[in-house]
């Protein structure tokens, strides 16, 4: 269990250029998923009746949740590069229901923004956070 959680947090051996660049990617791509996620977290607090998508049918409130946990908590998670892969797994997931789920009948140019955040949440979840990240210290620390 330890070796795969240590698989999961492992950052990258990369050169420093490589592990700012995977930083700004990051920090970026986090900082403008959370202009997305924000809005819902606050609609989720609000208490009011839940009026959001319902798309793969778990009920407005558990899909509202979701989008709250993926675009809000794990946007924060990835700014800091802290359990990066899940994080951006999560991301990846929630952009791919938008994109080719929530807006499938719409044009790509429509879509293209969700399929574009999927694009990079699989690029970070496939390098992992790099050497400037929450996960790197705490797999070196141990």
Known sequence: M??????????GNYPNNISLALLFL?????????????????????GGPVQFADPIGIGETASLILAVFGEFLCSILLIFGAATRFSALSLL?????????VHAPDAFRI???????????????????????????LVKRK
């Open 26 to 46: 990051r920090v970026i791509a986090g900082i403008f998923m959370l202009t997305h996620g924000y809005p819902k977290f606050l609609k989720l607090l609000d």
């Open 111 to 137: 879509k293209e923004m969700s399929l574009l955040y999927a694009s990079i949440f699989m690029a970070i979840l496939i390098a992992g956070a790099g050497k400037y990240s929450v996960d790197n210290w």
């Open 93 to 101: 997931i929630t952009m791919l229901v938008a994109g080719l789920i």
């Open 2 to 11: 330890i070796t795969l959680v240590k698989k999961c947090l492992y950052a």
